[in-house]
């Protein structure tokens, strides 16, 4: 026997009875991650960040060790060869953003992921499936070629009151190339000066919409990366694009003017091709490529579409196109910007829609109802002879003889224009425009269309969703669904306020009051890091963030508004409570301290008056009057305390004492200036009061009696809230957390006005701008700033799954590692549930009512921890599991206090039994 025979026996003795022991786990390691996306392509981030979720049914799992590897290629991977990083096996339960600390990443690389996990027991997880991302062009000299368009001749500006003139038409470009071998690999990078629609052989590449994205073009354009390898073909290929005016070159807001940042449209486009032997080919934007008008007439965001099919040029996207009688393209001058990987959800057409019904309130104008309120277009299905003009308007509302309600859209003219080329049917989609409508009027139709000649297309960024709420108060859930529709109408690459109108911009205010909701519904962790930076490259070089980001010249305040501004640091607060993200902390660690020492020097007495900028108070606010200079001192000290909070976070601690220090300072003068005696809070005002507790302005012992003040207001007001934006997102979580959780049921199931469901009641499929958008008294509200589709009111979606579902963070652990299980069962509801899957894996809370008792069922995610407050009488049994529950396994009683008793537990489901409230 040889001696490799022996060494053999030997080791095959020695790992035979330790296999056989191995221990087995059902733990799962799943939805591996790199900053937050899936299996992203081109990314820019040197140092991504790898999450993943652990999967188990088992109480109590944990991970208490992991391993990633990195590899430069599948078959490496497989072979377990993590050549560019190894951790090995790290004593660790962290799953959550952990820092790639391997070889250094450099443009256009591949790395492909794996992790294993440990369990409880030291017993290994199966190794995950394998992910991938790959490596975008990280600096603007890795891209070839030219920016290239079509000569734009701009149509006259208007003068004030006349019709705004349309844009110029949208063209074309092309280039034929030919491929002498097969491609083993086809990557392209693209981006544009305006907005691409990007061909490749006749087909669309990617199902991305409104690319790329909304920044400030002057300091960063976004690029998209599409593997295409299957698009391509031996012998001749063509890659054609379609250059809309989108938020570069467009109209924005109600300036009237187009061309915020350019009016010159330009391509950049670099397909870059690997082939079998190594080598390597970029197809470029360069002189030879060809341009033509395409049958876009005109495209805006604002104006809608204008399109004649007449003018189409089958198969011009495609090899054996003749383009002789198409002109050479321009080439554009470089940008000054950073060309950045896109780093968040794209849009894209999420839903389409089947209208609910369709009527003729006018001869010939025909009025479909998609019976909900959305952001996208309508595609229409049409016959008809060549030639014949079919028109098509959006709106929010109908009059009250069934026409569309068009008058608060102000100069956005909404209007999509379709000129049919005859003959077979007729598909027409718009390619560059959205609007915010649930209703569309047909006009021009040739004949009477049906119901589903129309369809509602659905588009926002396409952040996944993650919560649902339900309870047993239709209502209620109609509420939550609606502020759900507002957050999908408005979160078009970055949060704007609303859809329809000659507006859309991304204001601060609206962003930061929403955010905690919007992280409910959906994954928005990449949405709100790449807007944090839109946040900082809008803010002045005094340090003051804006009220709107990106900026827009000509909206440029010298201060953004309090609450406004605010949102620079209660963004990045919420991103890392919400996902426990350091980094988005770290990287505007100094915009935020330039923010502060704005403030303060423009504040020394430490109470905050903006000179320079707007105030805009508590926003739409109704039957009440914040005195505004309290709410702007509340925020600053708000901000300070986020601050130091955030220094800590990122070990600052000094900045963290400075800032603490700052805010105790700021509640002095609040105090001084602004409470009177017997916990009054001047202007007597719902949200004065809110915000005063909510962000600890007032002294410990007189929170009741500022708490009663309020309450009484609520019950002067006959039951109803006065709240405006800023007050409307604390004022159930401060009801809630002062003892009067039964005012705070009372007022979300209220239906006469002001109410949150006042505007359900009147046909809401969204959250309106004001509470007063419609009334049955009044009618419609001033056209001159009502909205039908703006989010902010509907912050009310935090506290249904904080407080009624009861599924919120602890407020020392971030991402939800260790959970809070509260509930407030109340306001007459039999049972409410919601689903939430955090960054660490999902998490439910549903509890239902029985005649004596109350039921608790809830969920917690493989490696984290909760507390559970169980709705229980004093000396009321808890049961858990049918058992009691300090006996059942994973459980531990912590305390009975409040009408609670508070339990630890692990993972795993759960089911208690306690006693329901008096
Ligand atoms: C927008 C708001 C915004 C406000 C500033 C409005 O026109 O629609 O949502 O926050 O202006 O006060």
């Avoid at 950049?268 to 079998?276: I, K, P, Q, S």
Wanted: hydrophobic fraction near 35%.
């Amino acid at each position: 026997m040889g001696k490799w025979a022996l060494f053999l026996i030997f080791t095959v003795m020695c790992f035979v009875p330790a296999c056989l022991k191995e221990k087995k786990t059902d733990m799962l390691v799943e939805n591996l991650r790199c900053e937050y996306l899936e299996n992203p392509l081109g990314i820019g981030e040197t140092r991504p960040r790898l999450n993943w979720v652990l999967e188990s049914s088992v109480r109590g799992q944990k991970q208490t060790a992991y391993r990633i590897l990195v590899a430069s290629s599948r078959e490496n991977l497989e072979k377990n060869i993590g050549d560019l990083w190894d951790t090995g096996k790290l004593m660790s339960d962290r799953s959550t953003q952990i820092v790639y600390g391997g070889k250094e990443l450099t443009s256009r690389m591949r790395c492909y992921w794996k992790v294993c996990a440990w369990d409880r027991n030291g017993a290994m997880t199966a190794c995950s499936a394998p992910a991938f991302w790959r490596m975008g062009l990280l600096s603007n000299d890795d891209w070839e070629g030219k920016w290239i368009g079509m000569k734009h001749i701009e149509r006259k500006s208007p003068a004030s009151g006349e019709e705004l003139p349309p844009g110029p038409p949208v063209p074309c470009l092309r280039k034929a190339f030919t491929l002498q071998e097969p491609v083993k690999r086809a990557v392209v990078y693209v981006t544009a000066r305006g907005l691409f629609e990007l061909h490749l052989n006749g087909r669309p590449v990617g199902g991305d919409v409104f690319a790329p994205g909304w920044t400030d073009y002057n300091k960063r354009i976004q690029f998209h990366t599409y593997d295409v390898t299957p698009l391509l073909n031996q012998g001749e290929n063509v890659l054609g694009a379609i250059l809309g005016d989108g938020w570069y070159s467009g109209y924005l807001s109600w300036t009237r003017k187009r061309g915020h940042y350019g009016l010159q449209n330009s391509l950049l486009v670099n397909l870059e091709l690997e082939y079998g032997d190594g080598s390597r080919e970029v197809i470029a934007t360069d002189e030879t490529w060809r341009c033509a008008e395409s049958p876009i007439v005109s495209s805006d965001m604002l104006m809608g579409e204008n399109c004649d099919a007449r003018k189409e040029m089958p198969g011009w996207g495609a090899p054996g196109f003749d383009d002789s009688s198409w002109e050479p393209v321009i080439t554009v001058e470089k940008p000054k910007a950073r060309l950045v990987a896109q780093s968040s959800q794209p849009v894209r057409v999420t839903e389409h829609i089947t209208p609910v019904s369709v009527n003729e309130p006018r001869k010939g104008a025909f009025v479909f109802d998609l019976g909900q309120n959305i952001a996208g277009w309508a595609r229409l299905e049409v016959k008809g002879e060549r030639g014949t003009e079919v028109t098509l308007r959006f709106a929010e509302r109908l009059n009250p003889d069934g026409t569309i309600y068009t008058t608060n859209l102000r100069s956005a003219g909404c209007t999509d224009t379709y000129i049919l080329r005859g003959g077979e049917q007729e598909v027409f989609e718009p390619r560059f425009t959205f609007h915010g409508f649930q209703y569309v009027e047909l006009t021009g139709y040739p004949g009477v269309p049906d119901r589903d000649a129309v369809t509602g297309c659905v588009i926002h960024s396409n952040t996944p969703p993650v919560g649902t709420f339900e309870c047993s108060d239709p209502m209620v859930n109609k509420l939550w669904l609606n502020a759900r529709w507002s957050q999908r109408g408005n979160f078009i690459s970055i949060p704007t306020d609303c859809p329809q109108r000659d507006e859309r911009l991304g204001w601060m205010g609206d962003a930061q009051i929403f955010i905690r909701t919007a992280t409910f519904n959906m994954d928005v962790a990449a949405f709100f890091t790449k807007w944090m930076v839109d946040v900082e490259d809008a803010q002045s070089e005094e340090g003051a963030f804006s009220n709107v980001s990106p900026q827009i010249e000509d909206l440029k305040h010298s201060e953004g508004a309090p609450a406004w501004g605010d949102a620079g640091i209660i963004v990045p607060w919420t991103v890392y409570r919400v996902y426990g993200d350091k980094r988005i902390i770290e990287k505007h660690y100094q915009a935020m301290e330039h923010w502060m020492d704005f403030i303060q020097r423009a504040n020394p007495d430490l109470v905050r008056r903006n000179r320079l900028g707007n105030n805009y108070g508590d926003w739409l606010s109704i039957n009440a009057d914040t005195p505004k200079d309290l709410l702007a001192t509340a925020y600053w000290a708000y901000d300070a305390r986020l601050m130091s909070r955030m220094a800590k976070v990122i070990g600052r601690e000094q900045d963290a004492a400075k800032y603490e220090k700052l805010f105790e300072d700021i509640r002095a003068a609040f105090q001084k200036t602004f409470v009177l005696p017997g916990g009054r809070v001047q202007g007597d005002t719902q949200t004065g009061y809110v915000l005063a507790l909510s962000m600890d302005l007032l002294p410990e012992d007189i929170r009741p009696s500022a708490a009663e003040h309020l309450v009484e207001d609520i019950r002067e007001k006959d039951w109803h809230l006065s709240t405006g934006f800023l007050g409307v997102r604390h004022l159930n979580p401060v009801l809630t957390g002062m003892g009067y959780a039964d005012v705070a049921y009372r007022l979300l199931t209220t239906d006469t006005f002001p109410s949150w469901l006042y505007p359900i009641i009147n046909g809401a499929t969204t959250i309106w701008e004001r509470w007063d958008g419609w009334t049955r008294e009044k009618g419609f509200q001033d056209p001159g700033m009502n909205s039908f589709n703006h989010y902010s009111l509907g912050s009310i979606g935090e506290w249904l799954f904080r407080h009624v579902a009861g599924i919120d963070l602890d407020p020392e652990v971030p991402g939800y590692k260790s959970v809070i299980i509260r509930p407030y069962p109340g306001g007459g509801l039999e049972h409410a549930r919601a689903e939430y899957s955090s960054i660490h894996g999902k998490i439910c809370s549903g509890w239902s009512r029985g005649t004596d008792s109350i039921e608790l069922d809830l969920t917690i995610p493989a490696n984290c921890s909760a507390t559970v407050y169980v709705p229980a009488a004093p000396d009321a049994t808890v049961l858990e599991s049918g058992q009691a529950a300090d006996k059942a396994q994973g459980v531990t009683l912590l305390e009975r206090k409040d009408g609670y008793a508070v339990f630890a537990v692990g993972s795993g489901k759960y089911s208690f039994t306690g006693s329901p409230a008096k």
